[in-house]
C-alpha cells in the first residue's frame, strides 16, 4: 500500500511573518487529527529556501515533513546563489522538489542537470520528488507520453532500482499548472498509468508499485477527491492552494475512495 502525500509547494510567496502564521494555522486543524489521518497519509510543506528555519521552528513536534524547491547538484564550492544537499538536511529538510517545470522552463534546467540533483539528493537521504509533465503544444501534437518517458528516464539515469525506490515522482502537466485548468481524473490516470508502466520496464514490479506518482496541477479543495480516488494517482503537489490553510487542509483530508 502506498501512503498518499499531500504536498505544498509554496513557491516564491509568503515573508516569515505570513510563513509562521500559515504553518500554525494549518497545525492548529491536522495535529489533532494525525492520529488517524498520519495512519494513511503524509504531508509535506516545501517553503522558499530563506524561509525554511522559521518553518522548521513551527513544524517542531508536527507529523508535517518539511521540503525544499530546489537545489544544486554539489555539496559545496564556489557556486553563487545556490544551497546543497548538506545545508537542507542541517535545517531537517527530508525532500526536495527537483525539476520542477517552472525551473525547467523558466530556468533552463535540463534532464542531465535535473539527474545530478536527483543523484545529490538520493547521496544524502534526501527523498527527491521528480516533477516530470508536457507542455500544452507537446500534448497538442501527440508527444506526452515520449516527453513523459524522456523526463522520467532522464532524471533517473544510472539509477540503481533500490535507489529509484526512494524516488517521489510528480506528474505535472505545464498547461495546468497556475492556470486553474486541471487535467481530468481520467487523463490523469492514464498518464500516471503510463508512468508507471515505464518504471515497471526501467525498475521492475515491486520497485514499480512502490513509487508514489503525485499529480500537480490547479489541485483544489474541489477537484482533488476525484483525483486521489485513481489508483495510480498517489497524492498531490499543489501550489496556489497550498498558501491557505482552509484550502490546504482539505485536500490534506481528501477522500481517497
Ligand atoms: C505546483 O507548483 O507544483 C503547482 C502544481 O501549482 P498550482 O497548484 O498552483 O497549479
Request: contains cysteine; proline residues 4%; hydrophobic residues 45%.
Amino acid at each position: 500500500m502506498r501512503k498518499k502525500l499531500f504536498a505544498a509547494n509554496w513557491k516564491m510567496n509568503l515573508g516569515p511573518v505570513q510563513a509562521r502564521e500559515l504553518v500554525r494555522a494549518i497545525r492548529a486543524q491536522l495535529d489533532p487529527q494525525f492520529a488517524t489521518l498520519g495512519k494513511e497519509r503524509e504531508v509535506m510543506i516545501a517553503p522558499p529556501a530563506i524561509l525554511i528555519p522559521a518553518v522548521q521552528q513551527e513544524l517542531a513536534g508536527a507529523a508535517i515533513a518539511l521540503g525544499a524547491q530546489n537545489m544544486h547538484f554539489e555539496d559545496q564550492g564556489a557556486f553563487t546563489g545556490e544551497i546543497s544537499a548538506p545545508m537542507l538536511k542541517a535545517y531537517g529538510v527530508t525532500h526536495v522538489i527537483l525539476g520542477h517545470s517552472e525551473r525547467r522552463h523558466i530556468f533552463g534546467e535540463t534532464d542531465e542537470l535535473i539527474n545530478k540533483k536527483v543523484k545529490s539528493a538520493l547521496r544524502h537521504d534526501l527523498i527527491p520528488v521528480l516533477c516530470v509533465g508536457e507542455t500544452l503544444a507537446q500534448r497538442e501534437a501527440g508527444d506526452t507520453t515520449q516527453v513523459l518517458t524522456n523526463q522520467l528516464l532522464g532524471g533517473l539515469a544510472e539509477l540503481e532500482s533500490h535507489q529509484i525506490a526512494k524516488v517521489t515522482i510528480a506528474y505535472e502537466p505545464v498547461w495546468a499548472i497556475g492556470t486553474g485548468k486541471t487535467a481530468t481524473p481520467e487523463q490523469a490516470q492514464r498518464e500516471h498509468g503510463a508512468l508507471r508502466a515505464t518504471l515497471i520496464e526501467r525498475a521492475g514490479r515491486a520497485v514499480a508499485h512502490g513509487v508514489r506518482i503525485l499529480y500537480g496541477g490547479s489541485v483544489t479543495a474541489e477537484n482533488v477527491d476525484s483525483l486521489v480516488s485513481r489508483p495510480d494517482i498517489d497524492g498531490a503537489l499543489v501550489g496556489g492552494a497550498s498558501l491557505k490553510a482552509d484550502s490546504f487542509v482539505r485536500i490534506v483530508r481528501a477522500l481517497t475512495v
